[in-house]
């Protein structure tokens, strides 16, 4: 079975651009989260997804924004980037929110550097 | 609202010692625990889950953790650690009902020495 999966692996962008990142669930899973892992503060809670829809997002500001697609695999997108946007980004997808108890199941991770 | 305070951010230990990382929690409401690690340049992966019943959960590679509700408290131990331990442990609760949102501490370095 495979696992979740996250493209690219690595991204390299400067100041201003947008970065593209991308996440496919495990089958059967149709929630999916994104969490922020910049060195030294542990994982930031980024968005979350069920079912198409956003349920709930972090402390962010809105040029953090995503979505979910009908296949449950989710698309993260950050505009107007800025240094303080290098990171690791966490993809993780879980079950239904009906049967879930908050066990995610990660993926490897996108690597934005931001110049 | 919930909050994970993992006390520690770097654990140095030789090779068959002992291992504690500890991990307290605050909430309002019941929670679930889990216990995740990093290998470097990998994501998180489940290490151990405590939902209900027995207080002490066991991982497959001889790691325990044990709830305990009066300390808000869920640390994890080893009785001997091995070079392959070297990781990053990251502590994470999730309400037990209504938002599935879980909440991580900012980790601890497990630093296993020959």
């Known amino acids: 079975e495979a696992g979740v999966t996250q493209s690219p692996t690595h991204l390299i962008k400067t100041r201003g651009q947008q970065a593209t990142l991308r996440c496919s669930p495990i089958?059967?899973?149709?929630?999916v989260y994104w969490y922020q892992q910049a060195l030294g503060l542990g994982l930031q809670f980024l968005l979350w997804?069920?079912?198409?829809?956003?349920?709930n997002r972090g402390n962010f500001p809105p040029r953090f924004s995503g979505r979910q697609f009908p296949n449950y695999s989710s698309e993260l997108n950050v505009n107007a980037l800025e240094l303080e946007d290098s990171a690791l980004y966490l993809c993780?997808?879980?079950?239904?929110?009906?049967?879930?108890?908050?066990?995610?199941?990660f993926g490897e991770g996108s690597r934005l550097t931001v110049l | 609202a919930q909050s994970v305070t993992q006390l520690d951010s770097q654990v140095p230990v030789f090779e068959e010692a002992p291992v504690e990382l500890r991990c307290n929690y605050s909430?309002?409401?019941?929670?679930?625990l889990f216990w995740y690690v990093q290998y470097p340049n990998q994501g998180l992966q489940l290490l151990l889950k405590?939902?209900?019943?027995?207080?002490l959960v066991e991982s497959i590679n001889g790691f325990e953790a044990e709830f305990n509700k009066s300390q808000t408290s869920f640390h994890l131990r080893k009785p001997s650690v091995h070079i392959s331990d070297t990781a990053e442990y990251f502590c994470?609760?999730?309400?037990?009902?209504?938002?599935?949102?879980?909440?991580f501490g900012r980790g601890t370095s497990l630093i296993v020495h020959p």
């Open positions: 994470a609760v999730t309400p037990s009902g209504g938002s599935y949102i879980p909440t």
């Open positions: 089958s059967g899973h149709t929630s």
């Open positions: 997804y069920d079912e198409g829809e956003e349920r």
């Open positions: 909430s309002s409401v019941s929670v679930y």
């Open positions: 993780a997808s879980s079950f239904a929110s009906g049967t879930n108890t908050g066990e995610l199941f």
């Open positions: 405590y939902l209900s019943g027995s207080t």
